[in-house]
């Protein structure tokens, strides 16, 4: 009797003699797929090929996103500013187009709410306008107060204590006294952020299939993630340095499962963050004045250890570029959670979609 390896020489053969096909060639093999379609291949492509070409977000600062989670590693976020600041270059982490897809969908829902907020005359924050590119802080302005135009633009709301702790970021909006934070919550979110939710709501069939309640799931979330606080309370902080009157910061959350909304309203809580703080002020020390390297809190991890030696214009040894500081997804996003190696999660610039005001 034949063997069924016959059929198939390729079988067999093991996975030492196998290749697998990551990062930027497996992106580029999912659009081969669909090079004859008429639509997806060649929007499939030209995502791809803009967020390549996208490198607005600054690598020489910290990151909010970055410092809001338990797996930050201060020790790569140092490495990768020093690799910069000595003339490195920094390699841009490969997404494929569902990851990209569902980032954008977190814009579009950022884009809802402030569009409504806006409407309603509440919004306060940055603004720009596209006609003479003016840009000013208000709240709900209906024409540009240089030129008159209506064609305006949403900039969020800035937030820098660059100079004090090199740490840069931008709040989703302002109303009241309040910051504003805008979550999608799929069950990606929920398996990174809280796994032990997810597993309690999720369940085998007689025939061994994995089902996921996701109704009990929405009904059980009761409270922001812990890396969303975080975040918040950072927002806050440098927010009240720099003098805007805001005391608490008030986060929707938006479900991909049945677009249901929550509301959590949190005050300011500055000892939910001093362990983030402190790491800004000794990475800034360390690079600025020689100060000494922060140290990685798990004594060395994937993060913050070269795969091999790399040497700066300096003759330093840094972490890889592309290793630079924790990466993660965004908790604003769904499908399968792959912990990634380098900057943290970035997804790609979470820069503030234009908001044009409705008609």
């Known amino acids: ?43 499939q492509k030209f995502v791809l090929a803009k967020n390549n070409q996208d490198n607005s977000r600054r690598q020489d600062i910290i990151h909010p996103s970055e410092m809001s989670h338990g797996d930050w590693c201060p020790r790569a976020t140092y490495l ?13 982490e490969s997404f494929g187009f569902q990851s990209l897809n569902i980032f954008q969908h977190g814009h579009e829902v950022h884009h809802k709410w402030q569009a409504w907020l806006w409407q309603m005359e509440l919004l306060w924050g940055s603004w720009s306008c596209r006609s003479c590119e003016f840009k000013w ?19 969020e709301i800035p937030l820098s204590a660059e100079d004090e702790l090199l740490i840069e970021g931008s709040a989703d909006g302002g109303v009241g006294t309040s910051l504003l934070e805008f979550k999608t919550v799929g069950a990606g979110t929920l398996r990174f952020e809280e796994p032990e939710l997810l597993k309690q709501h999720t369940h085998k069939t007689v025939d061994g299939k994995t089902l996921i309640d996701y109704e009990g799931l929405w009904r059980g979330i009761n409270r ?4 969303h606080l975080k975040q918040g309370q950072i927002y806050l902080k440098i927010a009240e340095g720099r003098g805007i009157n805001v005391d608490r910061i008030v986060y929707i959350y938006e479900s991909k499962f049945n677009q249901g909304n929550k509301e959590f309203v949190v005050k300011r809580r500055e000892s939910l963050i001093a362990r983030q703080m402190n790491s800004a002020a000794e990475i800034k020390k360390a690079l600025d004045d020689d100060g000494p390297v922060p140290a990685c809190p798990k004594g060395g991890c994937k993060h913050c250890e070269p795969k091999k030696a790399e040497e700066t214009p300096s003759g330093e040894e ?23 190696t380098g900057r943290r999660g970035q997804a790609p610039r979470r820069t503030a979609r234009p908001v044009r005001r409705p008609d």
Do not use: H, W
């Open 80 to 92: 990768r500013i020093k690799n910069l600041r000595a003339g490195g270059t920094y390699v841009k």
């Open 1 to 43: 009797m034949a063997s069924s390896n016959a059929k198939n020489p390729q079988k067999g053969k093991g996975r030492r003699g196998s290749v697998r096909v990551t990062g930027g060639l497996k992106n580029l093999a999912a659009t081969q797929k669909f090079r004859e379609s008429e639509i997806l291949g060649p929007v």
């Open 224 to 227: 922001p993630f812990s890396s």
């Open 318 to 340: 840094s972490a890889p570029t592309r290793r630079g500081a924790p990466i993660r997804r965004t908790t604003d996003t769904d499908g399968p959670v792959r912990r990634r």
């Open 137 to 155: 802080f208000a709240t709900s302005p209906s024409t540009c107060p240089r030129c008159g135009k209506t064609d305006l633009q949403y900039d």
